[in-house]
């Protein structure tokens, strides 16, 4: 049995980000990749829907230079032949201030031939903003209790 190309691609994914080695990634990227980050944009302008392999490694690269990964444990995964579907809980340091950050994400992978055709992750980006904010987000009551 060969191994799934998620598992390929996580560990270039995190050699990238972590060591800052992108040549591992390069390879395993195709050239019409789609590749779309869910989050609040505004506050992360690396986040939003990106088309190719120069744009996603550009991507690759500003998270790089913001931070680092220190643990990712996944919750549940389903892979399929050429698709994978994972809950991540990763534990990530903002290299500006040395503050932890936590964060759960959805990653819906699709490949070819190995090579990653299409990736869309959806953040919990209310926990993200508030730690990126450090400090609480108070909604307003939207529903009365009788």
């Known amino acids: 049995m060969t191994e799934h190309s998620l598992w390929r691609f996580s560990r270039a994914l995190h050699r990238a980000i972590n060591d800052r080695h992108f040549e591992d990634i390069d390879s395993l990227i195709d050239e019409d990749v789609e590749w ?3 989050g609040p944009i505004d506050m992360f ?4 829907a990106r088309q190719g392999k120069d744009a996603v490694l550009d991507v690759i690269r500003q998270l790089a230079d913001n931070f680092q990964v220190r643990r990712f444990d996944r919750e549940s995964i389903m892979l399929g032949v050429d ?3 994972s809950m991540v ?3 990530l340091t903002a290299l500006d201030s040395n ?3 936590s964060l759960r994400v959805a990653q819906f992978a699709q490949f070819k031939a190995g090579k990653l055709i299409s990736m869309r ?12 904010l450090g ?12």
Request: glycine share 4%; charged share 20%.
């Open 36 to 38: 779309a980050l869910y």
């Open 45 to 48: 302008p690396f986040l939003g």
């Open 83 to 85: 698709s994978a579907a």
């Open 89 to 91: 809980r990763y534990s």
């Open 99 to 101: 503050k932890p950050i």
């Open 121 to 132: 992750v959806l953040i919990d980006t209310f926990d993200l903003v508030e730690q990126a």
């Open 135 to 146: 400090r609480a987000i108070h909604l307003p009551k939207m529903t009365s209790v009788g």
